[in-house]
């Protein structure tokens, strides 16, 4: 797989975005969240995104926008930008061990018992 800087923007990768078809955004397709980390721009956007590897499929060039979307929710981590909702999952794994938070006996049914 290939890192972004080799996305030529062709916009094949659109064709397989559901968020692209449902929106017409192009800032929800791999290749409008490509052409924001080429020009360096970190935003929330980054976080609207299923993470789901179907658009390299159709990317002439190979390239991985899951893993890069991946890195940039890193930077905005970094940067003190996040979701409230990754905020509390995150607190919630540092106390508790688990994105749940505090998980008592009978809070989860048994379903396979």
């Known amino acids: 797989m290939a890192g972004v800087d080799k996305c030529i923007l062709c916009g094949l990768c659109r064709q397989d975005s559901s968020l692209f078809k449902l929106t017409g955004k192009e800032v929800l397709s791999a290749r409008g969240k490509a ?8 935003d929330k956007i980054f976080y609207i995104d299923p993470l789901v590897n179907v658009t ?15 890195k940039q929710r890193v930077r905005l981590v970094e940067n003190g930008i996040e979701s409230k ?29």
């Not at 052409?35 to 970190?42: E, H, R, S, T, V």
């Not at 390299?56 to 991946?70: F, Q, Y």
């Open 35 to 42: 052409l924001l980390i080429k020009k360096g721009i970190l």
């Open 56 to 70: 390299v499929a159709h990317c002439p060039t190979d390239v991985d926008i899951s893993e890069e979307v991946r």
């Open 85 to 113: 909702p990754n905020r509390r999952m995150i607190e919630s794994i540092r106390e508790f061990g688990t994105p749940y938070g505090d998980l008592k006996a009978g809070d989860i049914q048994e379903v396979y018992s």
